[in-house]
């Protein structure tokens, strides 16, 4: 089984780019994306229903703003959307999680928030990180195969980042946030990309658009594909695929194949 998980940075936008063509080559079974920001209304049919996938939206109460999608060519079934969090009034409306099952393999379609805007969102980011280590317990410990996927928007080490001194203070790269991902990890979280490269630079996953940062590669790893014990022990490679996939958006897609 092939999964893919993707920031598209805007399904609408990442579809003119040529997003359908470059989904075709790569052929995965279980498709997930963040940051959508999009409606299926506004989007062609053989995206808002495509012939032969199971399809399950979950955009942002507000337009135009963050949201998953999960996009299946095995059977979908739909499990929960958001995290257990007191932080907003109703369950998860900025569409950042949706967990849906396919076959034996579930999947979390993760979109966590980004704390660089300004300090109240680097707080609710926060709280929203150690709310989610809690909530995922529960998913690590299914009896069957488990993945968390997704754009985490934290990069764990100094090899997921191109430049750690210059970025001690930034979001996203904070002493706790990347405390918070050893604890992840200590949970029983498996970083399949980490250990198919092993201990070196990169990949990276994010570019800046300024700076020359693509050409550089001058990136940051903060899209993951992390698996409980039963999906780790049916791991056979992973990559990500920055050529082609920067012309889509400004996330590369990580692919993982398993085994039966």
Request: aromatic share 10%; glycine share 8%.
């Amino acid at each position: 089984m092939r999964v893919v998980t993707w920031n598209l940075n805007g399904l609408r936008a990442a579809h003119k780019k040529g997003l359908t063509s470059f989904l075709d080559r790569i052929n995965a079974d279980v498709l997930l994306f963040q940051e959508t920001r999009a409606l299926p209304e506004q989007m062609p049919a053989d995206w808002s229903e495509p012939e032969g996938h199971d399809v399950i939206w979950h955009p942002a109460k507000k337009k135009g703003y963050s949201g998953v999608m999960t996009c299946s060519k095995i059977n979908a079934e739909e499990i929960e959307r958001g995290i257990d969090t007191e932080l907003d009034s109703e369950r998860d409306p900025e569409g950042r999680v949706l967990v849906t099952k396919h076959s034996n393999f579930l999947c979390i379609n993760m979109y966590l928030p980004n704390g660089s805007s300004r300090v109240e969102r680097q707080k609710y980011k926060d709280q929203w990180l150690e709310d989610m280590l809690s909530w995922s317990i529960k998913y690590l410990n299914y009896s069957g195969p488990a993945l968390l996927c997704g754009d985490l928007n934290v990069a764990h080490t100094e090899n997921d980042i191109w430049d750690p001194r210059g970025n001690r203070k930034t979001s996203g790269f904070l002493d706790h946030e990347r405390n918070w991902f050893d604890r992840l990890l200590d949970l029983g979280w498996r970083d399949l990309v980490r250990e198919h490269y092993g201990d070196t630079k990169g990949p990276y996953s994010w570019w800046s658009n300024r700076g020359r940062a693509r050409e550089l590669n001058r990136g940051w790893r903060i899209d993951y594909i992390l698996a409980n014990r039963a999906a780790s022990s049916m791991f056979e490679t992973a990559e990500i695929i920055r050529e082609g996939g920067l012309v889509i958006s400004d996330h590369a897609p990580v692919v993982v194949d398993f085994h039966d």
